[in-house]
T-cell receptor, first 112, second 114 residues
């Protein structure tokens, strides 16, 4: 079964609002990553957070990781219409090496 | 221009035919991956390769085959044994074979089998 599961499946907000997406996973991990996918395109890496980190920032992105709850959240602040995309979390397992397991994604729509 | 290329962007085949999807990277990455994505869903790993002339099955390898004769290239063959081959196929690479660093993705190939 999928390691990561995103919540919500779909999110629709107005430009300027913040968007929060959540990811839960089942087994212990080394790292958790977030990716973005525009419709019909490949994925683009956004941010990686290690299992010993609790929070990480990159521009308008803020990622948190709670290993005790096996969950992560991605916050996009001051959203723009160009942020409209699907967002996926991806996890590794402690013994899986470089391979990742992707969740089913959150479809974010930012309305102008 | 460094990156991953996949060709073609769209591919149409008749049922019962094998088809090969191309994936090339010039990032000098050791690890390469093939994923399948169905509408509204996440990515599922088909095959991955951590070094030339070696590859491992992912979660849904049945009906697919791969080769890794060159570091830059990791072609995927969708065989007639794959029961439901119509999907969006994504190739990716990463610089590490041991740790989950970021993966770089190609633009994808949309395969339609009728």
């Amino acid at each position: 079964s999928q390691q990561g599961e995103e919540d919500p499946q779909a999110l629709s907000i107005q430009e300027g609002e913040n968007a929060t997406m959540n990811c839960s996973y089942k087994t212990s991990i080394n790292n958790l990553q977030w990716y973005r996918q525009n419709s019909g395109r490949g994925l683009v890496h956004l941010i990686l957070i290690r299992s010993n980190e609790r929070e990480k920032h990159s521009g308008r992105l803020r990622v948190t990781l709670d290993t005790s709850k096996k969950s992560s959240s991605l916050l996009i602040t001051a959203s723009r219409a160009a942020d409209t995309a699907s967002y996926f979390c991806a996890t590794d397992g402690e013994t899986s090496g470089s391979r990742l397991t992707f969740g089913e994604g959150t479809q974010l729509t930012v309305n102008p | 221009d460094g990156g991953i290329t996949q060709s073609p962007k769209y591919l149409f085949r008749k049922e019962g035919q094998n088809v090969t999807l191309s994936c090339e990277q010039n990032l000098n990455h050791d690890a390469m991956y093939w994923y399948r994505q169905d509408p509204g869903q996440g990515l599922r790993l088909i095959y991955y390769s951590q070094i030339v002339n070696d590859f491992q099955k992912g979660d849904i390898a049945e009906g697919y085959s791969v080769s890794r004769e060159k570091k830059e290239s990791f072609p995927l063959t969708v065989t007639s044994a794959q029961k439901n081959p119509t999907a969006f196929y994504l190739c990716a690479s990463s610089g590490s074979t041991f740790f989950s660093y970021e993966q770089y993705f190609g633009p994808g190939t949309r395969l339609t089998v009728t």
